[in-house]
Every structure is written in C-alpha cells, then in structure tokens.
C-alpha cells in the first residue's frame, strides 16, 4: 500500500462550525505533515508529527489543531475558520522527518470556508 | 531573494519538443533535491529525485550543480500529458531540517 489517503475530498463549512480532515497511511511512515496550498502556490508547511509526536508547527492560527492519534493517522481539526482559510489542504508522510526520499502526498481536500 | 527559485512560465511547447526547467536555491547547505509534478487541482508527485552524478528516467532527466547552486529538469520528447506544473524541492538541515519548495514552472504541451 503505497498511498495516503485523506477525507472528504472536498468540505463546505461556515465560520461557526467545527470540522475535522483525516488522513491515513499505512506505508510504515515515522513522519505525517500538514500542508496548505493556495491557488497557483507552493504547498505550505502547518504542522510535522513525528513519531507521532508533533515536532514543528509553523506558527499556525489556533483555529487549525493537529492531532495524531496514532503512527498511520492524523487529523486536523477545524474551529471557527476565516474565509481566507479556505484552500487545498495536503497531508503527506515520509520514512522519517528528514525526507530524503522525498513526501508521498494524498490527493488533499478542499476546503471552502463561506 | 528566495531560498528556491523557478521561471515561473507557462512554457507552451508542441508535442515532441524538449523543453528544459532550472531551479536556483540560495542555501549552499542543501542537501536533497527533486522535482515533483502537480496536475491542475491534484497534489503534487514525486517525480525523481536529483543526484549529483545526474540521472534520468526514460524521457526525464534531472542534474545537480551544486557549484552554481541549480537543478534542472529535462523532458525529452514532450507528451501532452507531460502539461502540468513543476516544482523544485531542496531540504537542508542547519539548526533543524527544512523543506523548500520552489513556486512551480507550468508547462502546457499543444498538440
């Protein structure tokens, strides 16, 4: 099993509410991230768990809570976002925190704050 | 300037031409290199990774020169199903390890 997979694809919420993103991987990864993209932009670093501790969190707003609640699961947990939030969010896993061989990516949901 | 820079494009190329992308990165320390390939509204896939001896698969080859801090991306034979965007990735560790991704060349192959 070779892949990462993340649910929904696709989220509509509005400001109030409270959702969550998951994530899954069962390629025996030690590291999880969460990256945001915006249209026509690089992906960007949210958070790294590794080891299923979390190891970076790049100064993310506190309406994004990270969660791993074991080495093959994430989950991002959503609370009172801001239409600017709305974007592609990617979760990816690697061997371990220092990618050298490089992330395997899901195919992301998107999220659309209204 | 950027940690990691890319021509931004679009290169618009008919099917069977070479074309060739560069990526300049600032940080002498960096460590690993690749291109990834994202397709419009999907995430971004490993394409190959680049070492410092070069290397190639099938109709891509990748190149390090760590002299002038650049890596370059060419596709030989273009497919109009090679259309998408590139990204150029460089992680270092110096006081911690960082990945950076460059902002993406998008090409489109005509027919």
């Known amino acids: 099993d070779t892949e990462v997979t993340q649910t929904p694809k696709h989220l509509v919420m509005g400001m109030t509410n409270k959702k969550s993103l998951k994530c899954e991987q069962h390629?025996?990864?030690?590291?999880m991230y969460w990256y945001k993209q915006k249209a026509k932009k690089p992906p960007e670093l949210m958070f790294v768990y590794s080891y299923e501790k979390l190891s970076i969190n790049e100064s993310v707003p506190s309406r994004f809570s990270p969660e791993c609640p074991n080495s093959s699961l994430l989950n991002l947990h959503l609370h009172a976002l801001q239409p600017e939030d709305s974007a592609l969010y990617l979760c990816?896993?690697?061997?371990?925190?220092?990618?050298?061989?490089?992330?395997?990516f899901g195919s992301g949901t998107r999220l659309t704050v209204v | 300037r950027k940690e990691v820079e890319q021509d931004p494009g679009p290169f618009n190329v008919p099917e069977g031409a070479t074309v060739a992308f560069n990526c300049t990165y600032s940080?002498?320390?960096?460590?690993?290199f690749f291109w990834y390939r994202q397709d419009c509204r999907k995430e971004p896939k490993l394409l190959m990774s680049?070492?410092?001896s070069g290397n190639e698969d099938g109709r891509f080859t990748a190149q390090l020169n760590r002299a002038s801090q650049y890596i370059s991306l060419l596709i030989r034979d273009s497919k109009l199903s090679d259309s998408a965007t590139y990204l150029c990735v460089v992680n270092y560790n110096t006081g911690g390890f960082k990945t950076i991704f460059g902002a993406g060349t998008r090409l489109f192959v005509k027919a």
């Open positions: 940080n002498s320390a960096s460590q690993s």
């Open positions: 680049v070492y410092s």
């Open positions: 990816a896993s690697s061997q371990d925190q220092q990618p050298w061989g490089g992330y395997t």
């Open positions: 390629m025996g990864h030690r590291a």
